[in-house]
Nanobody, 121 residues
């Protein structure tokens, strides 16, 4: 069974930095796209950043220039480096990966349990 586990969230002052990590485990054949989403209180989940298997990245306009996304395929891990954090970045951050397990012919979308990021003003 495939599982995603995030880490690295916490409380930080505005202007500070955090680095989120998300590790996939289980019987994995291949991981395609990876990404990060966030959900603020009372709002819908929104995409923050994504990275393809080829390394192409994309970012929400609200985080461009402040956040970077990277992946380590050998470790089945995706990272989100968040700099110059703002109070509006507060929310639960979820990682998402499109993974093809060993025992399936196609990939599926998997989610982590979420990690809380709180930015104080």
């Amino acid at each position: 069974q495939v599982q995603l586990v995030e880490s690295g969230g916490g409380l930080v002052q505005a202007g500070g930095s955090l680095r989120l990590s998300c590790v996939a485990s289980g019987r994995i054949f291949v991981i395609n796209d990876m990404g990060w989403y966030r959900q603020a209180p009372g709002k819908q989940r929104e995409v923050v950043a994504g990275i393809t298997s080829g390394g192409s990245t994309n970012f929400a306009d609200s985080v461009k220039g402040r956040f970077t996304i990277s992946r380590d395929n050998a470790k089945n891990t995706v990272y989100l480096q968040m700099n110059s954090l703002k109070p509006e970045d507060t929310g639960v951050y979820y990682c998402n990966m499109v993974i093809r397990p060993m025992d399936r012919p196609l990939g599926s979308s998997y989610w982590g349990q979420g990690t809380q990021v709180t930015v104080s003003s």
